[in-house]
T-cell receptor, first 115, second 115 residues
Framework: AQSVAQPEDQVNVAEGNPLTVKCTYS??????LFWYVQYPNRGLQFLLK??????LVKGSYGFEAEFNKSQTSFHLKKPSALVSDSALYFC?????????????FGRGTSLIVHP | ETGVTQSPTHLIKTRGQQVTLRCSSQ?????VSWYQQALGQGPQFIFQ???????GRGNFPPRFSGLQFPNYSSELNVNALELDDSALYLC??????????????FGSGTQLSVL
């Protein structure tokens, strides 16, 4: 079975400050990990993915995420937040083994960036 | 914009009715999956279609059914609507290949309200 947890319902950060949105996962095999962003009244947009290789993954809009196998985490980060980054962020995981190609999404974290 | 279009954008139905939601995939994509996103929750996988056949299903009852057409567009049908079916329904297209479902392209969704 695969699962993902986003422990924070909401993250508040001031514009210009670094931000972190947390995600932990559980899979039987090796994880494929994803971050998506959802703006109001829109579908989800792909930000970045970790499949294999470097633990630090760079994605769209200046976001990056760090894969930590020992802590089973894949936290989303950005060095300097923008007000326009305010949105709902979803972490997703897919087990690379077992033949399932379907990702499981977390409940989402609302990021609010204050001017 | 992802190139995935869904119709209608909003829909109001009454309990017991039937509904059909439609999705046009992004050009070049041959796989369509449907998700239900209840308020305050992450997307929940309903099912996936590849080459006009269902090849994956989440924990949803048989009254949720679908179709994929030769042009890879898709329909989601829900019979005997219940109040709990009220949600945002998201369609996502992808390209089935060596790294299946690595990246999903989502439409903006259909907001279904069941009264």
């Amino acid at each position: 079975a695969q699962s993902v947890a986003q422990p924070e319902d909401q993250v508040n950060v001031a514009e210009g400050n670094p931000l972190t949105v947390k995600c932990t996962y559980s899979v039987s095999g090796n994880p494929y990990l994803f971050w998506y962003v959802q703006y109001p009244n829109r579908g989800l947009q792909f930000l970045l993915k970790y499949i294999t290789g470097d633990n630090l993954v760079k994605g769209s809009y200046g976001f990056e995420a760090e894969f930590n196998k020992s802590q089973t985490s894949f936290h989303l980060k950005k060095p300097s937040a923008l007000v326009s980054d305010s949105a709902l962020y979803f972490c997703a995981v897919r087990d690379s083994s077992g033949g399932s190609y379907i990702p499981t999404f977390g409940r989402g974290t609302s990021l609010i960036v204050h001017p | 914009e992802t190139g995935v279009t869904q119709s209608p954008t909003h829909l109001i139905k009454t309990r017991g009715q039937q509904v059909t939601l439609r999705c046009s995939s992004q050009s070049g994509h041959n796989t369509v999956s449907w998700y239900q996103q209840a308020l305050g929750q992450g997307p929940q996988f309903i099912f996936q279609y590849y080459r006009e056949e269902e090849n994956g299903r989440g924990n949803f009852p048989p009254r949720f059914s679908g179709l994929q057409f030769p042009n890879y567009s898709s329909e989601l049908n829900v019979n005997a609507l219940e109040l709990d079916d009220s949600a945002l329904y998201l369609c996502a297209s992808s390209s089935w290949g060596a790294r299946t479902n690595e990246k999903l392209f989502f439409g903006s969704g259909t907001q279904l309200s069941v009264l």
